[in-house]
C-alpha cells in the first residue's frame, strides 16, 4: 500500500489488528526503548522520532519534548506532529485530546496507524543508519541551548530595566501596580483552568453517553438487516426511524403508518380472537 493511502485506511483494516505486544516490541526495537504500556506513548515524543526515522530532517526534533508530563506539553509535541503532516500532506485526524489523556485504546489506534505507514515509507526495511538515542540526545541539547539562549536575554533585559530604575526613577508605584495586575490575572487564570476542567469533564461524559446510544442503534440496525427479518413491517417501521434524514420531524407516525397498514401483520393475533377454543382441548 502506497504510503498516501496509509491515511485513509478504516478500522477494518488490518492493521488496527496488530496486538499491543507487537506494537511495543517494534517501538522499543525500533527506538531503542523500553516502553512497558501504549499509554507511555501519550505524550506525542515517541511518534515524532518515529516520523524522523522515516524522513530524516523533516522534523524539527529540537521542539520534540521527551520529558513532557504536562497535557500542555504534550500538545506542543503534536503540533509538531501536525506540522509535518501538513508538510508532507498526510490527510490524517489526530485526535489530541484524546491522546494527551493517555487513554490505552486511542493511544493502541494511533500507534498501528503509525507503524503501517512506517512500513508502507521504508517498506519494512529498518534504517541501519538511524542512531535513535543520538537524535534524541541531539535533539535534547539543541533544545536546551535555544533555551538558554532565551533566558539570557531575558537576564540582560531585566538587568538593562534594573538600570534604567537605578538612574532615579520612581518605581515603588510601578512595582506595587504590577503586583495588584499579576495578582488579578493569576486568579482569572485559575477560574478559566477550573471552567475548562468543568468542561473536560462534561465533554467526556457526553461523548461516552454518546458512544453508547451508537452502540446500542447500531445492534438494532445489524438486526433489521437480517433476510428473515428485513421485509417485516415491524422491521420497515424501524429503519424508517433510523434512516430519518430530517432530526427535526419524528418518523413515528410514518413508521406507525407503515406497521398498522400492513396486511396480515396482526392475522395471527386476530385468527387466535376470533376462533373460539374447544371445550375438549
Known sequence: MAAAAVANIGLMDSAYFVGRGEILSWINATLQLSLAKVEEAASGAVQCQLLDMVHPGVVPMHKVNFDAKTEYDMIQNYKVIQHVFNKLRINKNIEVNRLVKGRPLDNLEFLQWLKRYCDAVNGRIMNENYNPAERRSKGCKERNHKGSNKSSKSLQANRLSSANSADGAPTTEKVCISTVMEDHY???IQQL???IADL???VDSTEKER????SKLRDIEILCQRPELE???MTKGI???LYAADAKDSSLSEANEII???PGMFSDEAECQ???KSPYT
Open 231 to 233: 421485509h417485516l413491517p
Open 211 to 214: 458512544d453508547f446510544y451508537f
Open 260 to 262: 398498522t397498514r400492513s
Open 239 to 241: 429503519r424508517k426511524i
Open 274 to 276: 376470533a376462533t373460539p
Open 186 to 188: 493569576m486568579e482569572q
Open 193 to 195: 483552568s477550573e471552567k
Open 200 to 202: 473536560k469533564v462534561s
